[in-house]
């Protein structure tokens, strides 16, 4: 189980409070993922007394995205108190989650699954989630094994990635716009796997445009000796000389850990 | 069991913190679990003027009662015009998730929340709890009640707003966490540029997370 409790002492307007919360959840707390078990208690709790507030001073009010900018609806000072409290907010909440996952039970590494596509947030979360939910590609990285072919696997198969298996195979290379709705948003030509050292040492490319690299073993098991591995996919690469796709990028971000023999022993052991 | 912290993860607790201004913390032992007879399982984080708050909860289709009462407390609050800016704070207890334990269940996560009202003066019958209740442990087991709502006093003047006070409320909230989780930090804001606000938090878990709150 997750729970949280969250205090600021500033001024927050009531009925703002709500949205400001699912913001921020939605990339912090609900990024995360140790073993794939959903609790029946995972609760967040956000409280904001504004003790710390001035006299006079505003309340921080929830702006709608498309009413940034917009002064007719929110003053620039308004707009600029949001935006800070809002970046605040989005690094302390990411803050807490990650020391949930760096306390996974038995875990030895720290993961970050990065998903690059054009197709939209949510296909990249899609695939972000089932890699952190996939027991073989855990149990790799704590076997500290460059397993690639799991993740690819994972993201092949998660929910509203597959695409339809009436449509012709060469289909699946071209965006046929009257094909768009049942054409798969991940093409394997055109996803590319990574691992990105912790060190800000160089990037081992693993798989690049869908062909397997030849791989330097050495320098993967240095990479996967360190506690902490970021994975990176990108579904939109097209290759630094391809021209530009008029798409919307979007990136996924989520935290994960390893399986390890301690996982299965802490939980085979818990007695109700 | 032995709650020493793992060399590895000393370096993730705070000596020291920043808290926000009208905020107390505080924990107690109840005796949840039989087999926990020394670590405080109660954790007690208010406001000492009521405010405003907010809450994400699970979608589990299975939600523990104190998630049921937490969720109905918002909706009456809102519903009934009572208000979104008349939260207490929440009381928390480790040991016993209070999930799918049925009615009694309920009545169980409604008497923390107004045994805490209690503490505070707020009780009021005709409407919803001022504070909000969160549990966390085993599943499928009744709370043992009277040892909770006896300890609450005793929670109430554990209160403090020392770091001490916040690192106890944290490690109370623990169940197989190998370290208490708590932050705090100060910023500030463009309109009032030479005021420094607070935020602390704290958080717990460590097996059972994939959350999906909404």
Not at chain 2, 48 to 56: D, N, R
């Amino acid at each position: 189980t997750l729970l949280g409790i969250v205090c600021t002492d500033v001024k927050v307007d009531p009925e703002s409070m709500r949205s400001i919360l699912r913001h921020t959840t939605s990339k912090s707390f609900n990024c995360i993922s140790i073993d794939g078990d959903t609790s029946t208690n995972d609760t967040v709790n956000f409280f904001a007394n504004g003790a710390a507030a001035p006299a006079g001073a505003s309340p921080v009010r929830y702006i709608p995205r498309k009413q940034m900018a917009d002064e007719s609806t929110a003053s620039a000072t308004e707009q600029a108190d949001f935006e800070a409290f809002t970046r605040v907010l989005d690094n302390f909440f990411v803050d807490l989650a990650q020391l949930v996952v760096r306390d996974g039970e038995g875990a030895t590494k720290f993961v970050t699954i990065r998903v690059r596509s054009d197709e939209g947030y949510v296909p990249a979360k899609r695939a972000a989630v089932s890699i952190a939910r996939s027991a073989l590609v855990k149990t790799a990285l704590y076997g500290k094994d460059a397993n690639w072919g799991r993740i690819l696997c994972a993201i092949g198969y998660a929910p509203g990635i597959m695409g339809s298996d009436t449509l012709p195979v060469h289909q699946f290379a071209t965006r046929d716009s009257k094909s768009r709705d049942s054409s798969p948003v991940v093409i394997p030509s055109r996803t590319s796997v990574s691992f990105i050292p912790a060190d800000g040492s160089e990037e081992l490319k693993l798989l690049v445009r869908g062909e397997p690299e030849q791989v330097d073993e050495q320098r993967a098991k240095q990479i996967l000796e360190q506690e902490d591995l970021e994975i990176l996919v990108r579904l939109e690469d097209d290759g630094a000389e391809a021209p530009a796709r008029r798409r919307r990028r979007s990136e996924a971000v989520f935290w994960t850990c390893d399986f390890s023999h301690e996982y299965v022993t802490i939980n085979g052991d818990y007695r109700t | 069991a032995d709650r020493a912290i793992p060399a590895a993860k000393q370096k993730y607790i705070p000596v020291s913190g920043t808290y926000p201004k009208g905020f107390l913390a505080g924990s107690a032992f109840a005796g949840v679990k039989s087999s926990n007879t020394k670590y405080d399982d109660l954790a007690l984080v208010v406001s000492e003027e009521a405010c405003p708050a907010a809450a994400v909860f699970t979608k589990n289709i299975f939600k523990a009662a104190p998630v049921i009462t937490s969720k109905q407390t918002f909706f009456d609050s809102k519903k009934n015009g009572h208000g979104l800016d008349r939260f207490r704070g929440v009381v928390v207890n480790s040991g016993c998730a209070n999930a799918v334990t049925g009615k009694l269940g309920l009545e169980h996560a409604e008497a923390m929340a107004r045994t805490t009202d209690q503490c505070f003066g707020d009780s009021s019958p005709d409407a919803p709890p001022h504070t909000l209740v969160m549990s966390t442990g085993v599943i499928g087991q009744r709370l043992p009640i009277d040892r909770i709502t006896n300890a609450i006093p005793k929670l109430h003047e554990n209160l403090g707003s020392s770091h001490e006070h916040w690192m106890a409320a944290a490690q109370a909230i623990c169940t197989t966490d190998t370290f208490p989780k708590l932050i705090s930090r100060t910023f500030t804001l463009p309109s009032h540029p030479d005021t420094t606000y607070s935020i602390a938090g704290m958080t717990k878990g460590a097996g059972m997370i994939h959350p999906n709150m909404g």
